[in-house]
């Protein structure tokens, strides 16, 4: 029996090898066919819980790439090729990702991923191998930690709680708030936590602070909580997708404090999901589309006539890496990682987003925008600086 | 005595030719990538063969395997980063490893024996809808739990897990499952599965077996958490979903239920397929439901039955394809002469 | 908001809640009752009830009613087809082999959903579609006039349901295929149909209770139906799988109690709530509330 069974082992092993083994043929050709082109990998995440930030993200990125490559591409004409893997929104799927991006694709950087946790595993594989990596929204401070090549495009979690909690308490002149945390989001821990800290540092309440998860459905009661306990704001540090069913239901319920939110609202179907419930909220973002710039200008057109829909932050994020990422190999003048990496760090950006210089920590240093919810329509109200 | 000797030579041998695969790639002469995919496949391996012990021997219906991995993951992971936790500082580098990841699958053995206990007494399915509501609870648990960072994951673990431990791994699970099975006691899960009534009839102590494989099961899927945590050198609540429970269940299914040796070939094919089959990732869950619906509609007993795969197996078949050549050729040639 | 008028608006929230889990835990506890078999699909059905509903409105400019209606009948139509495809050829094999096809039918349809361009992944805001208007039953506490409508349909729902099982033809052979199949047969039953029929019924119900839903917390997306369809059949456990007064109240209490841990404070653990409730009931009671001891047969 023992015999019988080690054979099966070893007829499994030989068949794995043989079965890796294959996997190695379709790869091999293809490597020298064009040699001037550049492979930039990405990983968002296409399929699974968080489908939709990363296909935001990938529309941003591929648009970013056409548009740089009709333009004549990078270094003189070298076009750059997008890779995405779908790492399914899971963590074990993000180091595979990473894995094969960096060792059989090749890449000379990697463009990801969405969430914070997901960066934070593969950022050391990207680290070791020394392949420059540019996180476009993931918020949590620690990313960047990892090393010196990793960077990141949006604001992290202290900087976007803080202005909401600045503006709550300065501009609307408010002392009391409510606050509903996704439990399963890192991000909306994050900015829930840094908020309360600033609320409270400037002298406010938090007098009600309730938990959701993003599967979650039905807020009647958490609503019901937060409205016995009569709060002047109530900050949901969340994305539009359960943002909007929280509004609607806050309004059902009837609480009368204004909403507050962070770049997570960012979306035209928060006005679908929401409907006029959306109306007097506040957020913050890293651009208007009222600000008129010509970058946000030529981006939002560009993005309606390809994907036909009003680009979210994460798709305005990731356009506005991808252009920093081809930016920094023109400078480098190479696509060595470490070149990348130090071109990166030197940068001084002009996006969609304004303006950016990246700090000691490799996060990026711009301003934001708050925005007020009004008649449907996302109108500036204030920009604050860092 | 010299059959026991073969084994064990055949065992060393094995393990020699696992030690040469990681030795060629520390030697680079294979690439990180597939160095990743094959410890891949070979946690999916003690995933598979472990949930096969309840889906496939036992007969009952498991849905949370991932939970336990989960569990697993976690102990592991918080006794390697906190030196002086639960363990003595003492215990450092690949030693505290190796214990940690045993008391990750002691602590899922454990809490496998407490989700196991209730839903096993009774007969039914209620089980799949325990384990299921388990791994739900689990999460939310680790949510809610600061000390191993919440939404954001217990990261920053250092890496040892490498493709001889996980190879290794899976020979202890595959042994020790398979010296269960052909016991007195896994021939009594059988006749469960078999006929629960009946075996119940014939003394054989139903809840006790069934609580028994399943907690062998949970130590194995704790073992295999904790490999995959020291891999991707992080965990997260969202790490081991309902999803992953799927896919073992698909590879138990595949490979047949009962058969061990189809639950290894089915972990290291899917494994495979999925990484061969990138492009068409948005399309592979759909593919998998429907490969589970069909397998299940026309071959209950999983795709290959619960025949262990084996030389004698193959020698057999071999020579019941000539034979039937062979007749059809005779045949061919009296149709002819007719 | 006094605890009083605190207690009170919750309870609402948990009969609003609860009416829905009992709408589905009729579906899953009238197939147990007659196949033994966990329909884990049901909660699948729920999510394309919702989203026929939601299409009929936005796409086919249908009022709610017939909306809804139309989502209850597409149902009754995918459940008969569940069951004759996927069920029938296993009704005699083991109990496992079904359930995992449940659980592949399950997957197969959240993932079809996900696949599907007009479905994906991003949540969908549920049309407004009647005037937004609330009733205060006494200060602070209110209720919506969907959570009105949404309570009485599932009422009617409920009431219509008894009338079927009790006092037609059909729901006697229901009860007679239930109690035993074989005789049931010989009795000269049609058996098959019989089956059919009350995939029909539980399918339509879980539309119905699908539409509802999505009115009410104004949202559909395509993995709406996971946890809200497990829920559903804790709730029929609680109150006796097989019994169909035992799923409208076991649909209830779940509800109520779910909100009231919520409103206590529990929120994140509302889910973990309803699961640990089954294992308390499995330890206490495995009949459920209502259910009579029986000894499995040979």
Partial sequence: MKRKLSLVLVITMVLSLALTGCGNQPQAPAAPAAPEEIKIGSVFPVTGAIATFGQSSLNGTQLAFEEINNAGGVLGGRKLVLINEDNQSKTEETATAFQKLITQDEVSAILGSVASSHSLAGAPIAQAAGIPMLSPTSTNPRVTEVGDFIFRACFIDPFQGQVMAKFALETLGVTTAAMLVEQDSDYSKGLAEYFRKAFEAGGGTIVAEEGYKSTDTDFSTILTRVKATNPAVVFVPAYYGTVGPILRQAQAAEIDAVFLGGDGWDSDKLFELAGDAANGGFFSNHYSPDAGTPEVDAFLAAYQAKFNSVPDALAALAYDAAYMLAQAIDEAGSVEGAAIRDALAAISFTGVSGTVVFDENRNPVKSAVIIEIRDGKQVYKATVNP | MAKRFSAILQLVLLLAVGYAIQMAMDAELINRYYAHVMTIMAIFVVGAVSLNLINGICGQFSLGHAGFMAVGAYTAAIITKNPDLILPAIFTGNIRFILATLLGGMMAALVGFMVGLPSLRLRGDYLAIVTLGFGEIIRILLLNWDFVGGASGYFGLARHTNFFAAFLLSIITITIIRNFIQSSHGRACISIREDEIAAETMGVPTTRYKVIAFVIASFFAGTAGSMMAHLTQMVTPASFTFILSIELLLMVVLGGLGSISGSIGAAIFLTYAAEALRAFRAYRMILYSLLLIFIMLFRPKGLLGNQELSLSLLRESFKNLRARWRRKKKDGITAAAE | MTITQQILQQLINGISLGSVYALMALGYTMVYGIIKLINFAHGEV???????????????????????????????????????????????????????????????????????????????????????????????????????????????????????????????????VSLDKDAARLMGINVDKTISFTFALGSSLAAAAGVLFALNYGIVVYQMGLLPGLKAFVAAVLGGIGIIPGAMVGGLLLGVTESAVSAAGGSMFRDAVAFAALIIMLLVKPTGLFGKNVREKV
């Fill in chain 3, 46 to 176: 729920f999510m394309i009830g919702a989203f026929v509903g939601f299409f009929s409105i936005t796409k086919l400019d249908m009022g709610f009613f017939p909306a809804m209606f139309t989502a209850m009948i597409f149902c009754a139509i995918l459940g008969v087809l569940m069951e004759r495809l996927a069920y029938k050829p296993l009704r005699n094999a083991h109990r496992v082999a079904a359930l995992m096809t449940a659980v592949g039918l399950s997957m197969l349809f959240q993932n079809l959903a996900l696949a599907h361009s007009w479905i994906g992944a991003s949540a969908k805001g549920f049309p407004q579609v009647f005037p937004l208007r609330k009733f205060e039953l006494m200060e602070n506490v209110t209720i919506s006039s969907d959570r009105i409508l949404m309570l009485v349909i599932a009422i009617f729902l409920m009431i219509a349901l008894q009338f079927i099982v009790h006092k037609t033809l059909m729901g006697k052979a229901m009860r007679a």
